[in-house]
């Protein structure tokens, strides 16, 4: 029963690093720690489909209210993210991953810098993500994608996983 547990809560960081990345210009500023970290309704948003605009306005209905809508929505982002251990906690080992692990991260920064949907760039070869595939030698686009959502298990994992005193404790030497 614990495993289950542990499996789904690293399922759910990855989840929302993933949506944090995808959806925010700053995702990665956000995920060190060097931009505040997104209040409620930043959250909220995020989790929000684009809805086009029609050029009306409705009223009328009984509909919730936008802050219990605000809080209801971002309610299941924070408690993932209180059950880690809060931002701070998020941001420590997200830094000591980059620092540890650069190889890994590279890719997860590369991607969430230069993959966006509708794409940045257009070459009919693949734009971006091709390029990016290249760099890391010469996978195709679908291994480049896998290695990028196995990364965001591995991360999830080590942020779970992490102590602040392993940084400072270093075995054999």
Not at 8 to 21: G, P, R, V
């Amino acid at each position: 029963m614990a495993r289950r547990t542990s499996d789904m809560l690293i399922s759910k960081l990855a989840d929302l690093i993933d949506l944090i990345l995808r959806r925010e210009p700053n995702g990665l500023a956000i995920l060190l720690g060097t931009v505040p970290s997104p209040s409620a309704e930043d959250l909220y948003q995020l989790v929000q489909e684009p809805q086009p605009d029609l050029g009306v306005r409705v009223q009328g209905g009984k509909g919730t209210p936008t802050a219990e809508a605000i809080i209801f929505s971002a309610e299941r982002l924070e408690s993932i993210i209180n059950e880690i251990g809060g931002w701070s906690r998020i941001n420590r080992a997200l830094r000591t991953y980059r620092d540890k692990y650069p190889l890994g991260w590279d890719l997860l920064e590369e991607h969430a810098l230069f993959v966006k949907q509708g794409g940045l760039f257009h070459d009919g070869q693949g734009g971006m993500m091709a390029q990016i595939a290249k760099k890391h030698g010469g996978v195709t686009v679908r291994t480049l994608r896998n290695r990028r959502n196995t990364i965001l298990t591995i991360i999830a994992r080590f942020v779970i996983c992490w102590f602040p005193e392993d940084d400072e404790y270093q075995l054999f030497g």
